[in-house]
Each structure stands twice: as C-alpha cells, then as structure tokens.
Nanobody, 114 residues
Framework: QVQLVESGGGLVQPGGSLRLSCATS????????MGWYRQTPGKERELVAG???????NYADSVKGRFTISRDNAKSTVYLQMNSLKSEDTAVYYC????????WGQGTQVTVSS
C-alpha cells in the first residue's frame, strides 16, 4: 500500500477550471492504470477518467470533452484538468489504481457554485 494524496480542489464558479493533482509512487504510476473518481453524499463513488500505463485514456460521458487526465511519471503525479465546470461536478475527487485499488486517500473537495 502507498499513500495517495489528492490536492487542487476548491470553490469555483460555473464555467471555471481547476487542475487536480494526485501524488503517488514511482512504481504505481509507471506500472498501473490510474483513475480519477468522485463521490457526492448519498451516491456511490464513480469513475470519471482513467489512463493506462500506455497512455490510453477514457472518460465518463458526463465529463467527456471537458476533463483531461494525464500523468507525469517523473513527478509520480496524475492530473485531472477540469474545464467548463458545472454544478453537478461538485464532489470529493479521489485517485487510485483501476485494476487493484490501493487504500483510498482523503480526496479533494471540488465545489462548483455561483
């Protein structure tokens, strides 16, 4: 198990942008597909974006065209660039491995409100 530390969340106006960061380990980011998840009160955690070790990406329909997942292996960091944010994007955002989840970090709160 490695520590996952999410950061970059905050309060943003609708239509605004945020970039989330996930600090992970060198081995995790190099050899695993990684994903960003989000969870709101009363709902299950949902996968919003994923990136394989080979660089292929996928997105939930709700965020396609607005969010971009990327990674920087040198910094052992996975990013989620979020543009054109909507109120329904409000959630706590988490990162983790896709195939064999690590223990969950604390997440980072994203609130989209006017």
């Amino acid at each position: 198990q490695v520590q996952l530390v999410e950061s970059g969340g905050g309060l943003v106006q609708p239509g605004g942008s945020l970039r989330l960061s996930c600090a992970t380990s060198k081995t995790m980011i190099r050899f695993n597909a990684m994903g960003w998840y989000r969870q709101t009160p009363g709902k299950e955690r949902e996968l919003v974006a994923g990136i394989t070790s080979g660089g292929s990406t996928n997105y939930a329909d709700s965020v396609k065209g607005r969010f971009t997942i990327s990674r920087d292996n040198a910094k052992s960091t996975v990013y989620l660039q979020m543009n054109s944010l909507k109120s329904e994007d409000t959630a706590v955002y988490y990162c983790n491995r896709l195939a064999r989840p690590n223990s969950w970090g604390q997440g980072t709160q994203v609130t989209v409100s006017s």
